[in-house]
């Protein structure tokens, strides 16, 4: 396996190597990272707010969103929190 025919993500300050993009629905949890189209690795932090909601990582970077759970469905990327349902829009959630 080559390096460019893989998507690298990082999650927990380990990088993760995959060949495939995440099946076409995946949530976290149970789930522990969902690799998008592009190879970006998302999960849930060890923060959380008032709400028992966990910070939504990007590549071991907080997104500034957060959630009590992610989804990864027909290739497109959602949170669900208090403030309700929120889908990846390639910069930011809207």
Do not use: H, Q
Request: proline share 2%; glycine share 10%.
């Amino acid at each position: 396996m080559e390096l460019k025919d893989s998507f690298v993500g990082k999650v927990y300050g380990e990088r993760y190597y995959r060949e495939r993009k995440t099946e076409s629905y995946v949530e976290i949890p149970p789930a522990l990272l969902i690799t998008d189209e592009r190879g970006d690795a998302w999960t849930l932090g060890a923060r959380y707010n008032d709400d028992f909601e966990f910070t939504v990582l990007r590549n071991d970077i907080w997104t500034g969103e957060f959630a009590s759970r992610i989804e990864y469905r027909g290739g497109r990327l959602r949170i669900f929190g208090k403030a309700g349902t929120r889908t990846w829009s390639g910069r930011s959630f809207v």
